[in-house]
């Protein structure tokens, strides 16, 4: 009997080391290589200055994948490094291009085309400069125009009924 069970426990043994050793087996000689490359999106204003004025503002993509852009203009009057409450209407003249592609929907202006990359976005504004003969509290400050682009990737351009695409996900804007 104790035979019969020591033969037993072997046994038993043997098949556990058997098993142990084939799983071992097959998990080291496993491999999976992950080849996911995450797309890079950024973009880059491209824009020029004459004296006080900022002219022809259009937005590079940068990106290795095609982009949605939108952008928000804050134009700041600058009193040394600090900002003012003095950008009030008026007090500067800003010429946009809304005719073709730039649309302005609450605080931001968007572009209604996929940008591809290396591409551009058509300008947006054409010219933004501080007016003259204001008051003497503008006397010493600094008129910016500060340009903030925010891209966000157009893909998947199509997508299943009731599914929102990227821009109207992230957005809340659709130009279909």
Known sequence: MKKSKFIAVGGLLVGLLAINGTMAWMFDNSSITNTFTPAKVEGEIDEGFTG???TDVSIINKSD??????VALVPTWMDGDNPTALATDGTYNMELNLEDRWVQKGDFYYYTEVVQPGDKTDVL?????PNTGLPKVYDGKAFRL???ASLIQAEP???LQG????????????FK
């Open 146 to 148: 500060e340009v903030i």
């Open 163 to 174: 599914e929102k695409t990227p821009i109207e996900e992230a957005w809340g804007v659709d």
């Open 125 to 129: 504004v054409k010219s933004c400069k």
């Open 52 to 54: 006080e004025e900022k």
């Open 157 to 159: 351009t199509e997508v």
């Open 65 to 70: 994948i095609p982009v949605y852009i939108r």
